[in-house]
């Protein structure tokens, strides 16, 4: 992973998701727990087999890797990692945990997760390991409110963020109906969904 020598408590920030494909509602949300949080190095990680959506055809895993480097290109704090294309089989944040503490020891590591996760986080991989291991970061947003007591232990931060209108699904749909979707994408993004003929979009 290509990240500069850099004092060991300066923390890692975990942001990981399908992002199939990454869209501004991501940007959008990063910004705001930017306001409210140390993330230190934000270490942005497309999932390569993410178990729950095994139901589904994601884009191939090099182009959502590709779509999140362009989305983050300009942002000297973030990294966008293979990490998780890299490795076979079903993708679980515990082994992408693991692996991180391996390589960079007693560094503090954080996790952003949105509010709606907090609900079914007792059914992730390998779950109380995960919450010993990590500092949560949970994203309440209006329409997904969430509790300080609601949370399963102290190991929580939890941040109050307003969302931008906008889904993964929102945007394939839009584009397979052909409708032009440069409002809802940084537009490296759109200009690469177009150029590789994603979700319908024809090349441009």
Known sequence: MPLAPEVSETPLTIFGG??????????????????????????????????QKSDRELAPAI?????????FAQDPSAIVSDLEIRREGPTFTIDTVTELKQEFGARPLNLIIGADSVRTLHTWH???????????????????????DQLP???FTLVEISALPISSSMVRERISQGVDA???LPSEVWGYIRGHGLYGASPS
Request: hydrophobic content about 45%; overall charge negative; some cysteine.
């Open 126 to 148: 390998r779950y109380e390991e995960l919450i010993e291991a990590v500092h949560i970061i949970v994203c309440a947003r209006p329409e997904y409110p969430v509790l300080a």
């Open 182 to 184: 440069a409002d809802l």
């Open 153 to 155: 232990t102290t190991n």
């Open 63 to 71: 182009d959502r890797l590709e779509m999140c480097r362009l989305a």
């Open 18 to 51: 399908t992002f199939d494909p990454i869209h501004l509602g991501h940007l959008h949300a990063i910004a705001q727990i930017r306001r409210q949080v140390d993330l230190g190095r934000l270490l942005v990680i497309p999932a390569g087999a993410p178990w």
